[in-house]
């Protein structure tokens, strides 16, 4: 089976770091994808990881442990704009199958 | 921002009539999905197509069918809407090599069964 657990709601503070944690239990991997969707709007793309280790892009960083089957989205100096789900996904073992986990709300406080 | 267009954008329809989405992308990718979205669940595959006339079944297939006579072209069909198909619907591509390190969506279909 392929399982992606996230949390379900955060709370920042504006200017603050917020680290969303994903982990997952699928059936082969190729890769692990960060989004980001703002209420009544698509998912848009953040970040990709396949190796294990940091990717920065930015005010947002994501990491990966493929042996531990987890990741984390990194958000510094957080903004107001920031207030959105961020969607962890896999992609697995054939094609192009993408597995979406099922959010974390995120909301950026004053 | 990704060459994908979705239509309607927004439909309300009445139970136990057919109703079909259109996919269209200008991007020439390989791979074409269709997702629904609800509180609770995320996104759930519902059909995807790794080229014309090839398709396969997602985790949330019952109901639902596709066709892809074109690479521009996915549409998906609700053959009799029913109350529990009120969604969010998004298609998707991605592409193999190089281009199949992301997936981008469409704006989405705000689809209300009635």
């Known amino acids: 089976g392929q399982n992606i657990d996230q949390p379900t709601e955060m709370t920042a503070t504006e200017g603050a770091i917020v680290q969303i944690n994903c982990t997952y239990q699928t059936s082969g991997f190729n890769g692990l994808f960060w989004y980001q969707q703002h209420a009544g709007e698509a998912p848009t793309f953040l970040s990709y990881?396949?190796?294990?280790g940091l990717e920065e892009k930015g005010r947002f960083s994501s990491f990966l442990s493929r042996s531990k089957g987890y990741s984390y989205l990194l958000l510094k100096e957080l903004q107001m704009k920031d207030s959105a789900s961020y969607l962890c996904?896999?992609?697995?073992?054939?094609?192009?199958?993408?597995?979406f986990g099922p959010g974390t709300r995120l909301s950026v406080l004053p | 921002d990704a060459g994908i267009t979705q239509s309607p954008r927004h439909k309300v329809t009445e139970t136990g009539t057919p109703v079909t989405l259109r996919c269209h992308q200008t991007?020439?990718?390989?791979?074409m999905y269709w997702y629904r979205q609800d509180p609770g669940h995320g996104l759930r595959l519902i059909h995807y197509s790794y080229g014309v006339k090839d398709t396969d079944k997602g985790e949330v297939s019952d109901g639902y069918s596709v066709s892809r006579s074109k690479t521009e072209d996915f549409l998906l069909t609700l053959e009799s809407a029913t109350s529990s198909q009120t969604s969010v619907y998004f298609c998707?591509?991605?592409?193999?090599?190089?281009?199949?390190?992301?997936?981008?969506f469409g704006e989405g279909s705000w689809l209300t069964v009635v």
């Open positions: 998707a591509i991605s592409d193999e090599g190089a281009r199949g390190n992301t997936i981008y």
């Open positions: 990881n396949v190796l294990d």
């Open positions: 991007e020439n990718h390989r791979y």
């Open positions: 996904a896999v992609r697995g073992n054939y094609g192009q199958n993408f597995v």
